[in-house]
């Protein structure tokens, strides 16, 4: 069967909750952990849709947030979400690099995100000015699990080398000289990230099941399968993801 439609951009993540490999049980550990302290403004730095910045919304009825991101679509997703769910008035999703933004709150989200303020050292240093007093930063980052092989290395994207990311204990050491402090250490899943990576493509495998014919199937075909080839032969086992919850003094 062939369809004239054209394929779903690869990565759109029209399957997923999370733009990341966490599960739906680890978000609600995370927000019932956050929404404890009810804050009174959140900001998430890369908030992709907004789904966990929602969440948050939601669990603190009195809390209002601001999410950015630079990536329209996923802004778009963002406020339609909010609106099904009756957060307008609470939520703000604006289009635009995170430090044309930057503003203090109670709690500050940062998942995979943190190249838009540098490095991580970086990350960490400047999203610690914004946190409230007595507030908390929830940050996620890839880390690697153990030291990648020269062939996984070579099979992850073009120019990956092994500084590419920090290992767990260097990434807590780097929040701590940051001047904040560790109180939930967290890293994905297997499981996780297997949700995350197939679902990541698959509204893009099930159109090209659906258009074997169609003109754009061959072009298609070789993205899918350049992503697969990065994640089974490179980062399988390999690439982790780490969610630390830190806090800053009262």
Known sequence: ???????????????????????????????????????ATVVDYGCGWGELLLRLLAAVPEAHGTGIDIHGPD????????????????????????????????VVLSLG????????????????????????????AEIW??????????????GTT?????????????????GLRPLRIETSTRAEWEEFESGYAADTEEWLLANPGHPDAP????????HLGIWLRGLHQVFSYAFLTLGVPG
């Open 1 to 39: 069967m062939t369809t004239s439609g054209a394929p779903p951009k690869l990565g759109t993540g029209s399957t997923l909750d999370f733009h990341g490999p966490m599960s739906p049980a680890r978000a609600s550990r995370l927000v019932a952990g956050l929404a404890a302290r009810e804050p």
């Open 75 to 106: 802004i778009a997703r963002a406020r339609a979400a909010a609106a099904d769910r009756g957060l307008t008035g609470r939520a703000t999703f604006i289009e635009g690099p995170a430090r044309d933004h930057a503003r203090p709150a109670d």
């Open 113 to 140: 995100a943190y190249h838009a303020f540098g490095t991580i050292p970086e990350a960490l240093a400047e999203l610690r000015t914004l946190v409230n007093p007595g507030g908390r930063l929830l940050f996620g």
């Open 145 to 158: 699990d153990r030291t990648p092989t020269e062939a996984e290395l070579a099979a992850m994207w073009p």
């Open 162 to 178: 092994a500084d590419e990311c920090l290992y767990l204990p260097d990434l807590v050491e780097v929040a701590t000289a940051a």
């Open 219 to 226: 072009e298609t075909r070789e993205k899918l399968d350049a």
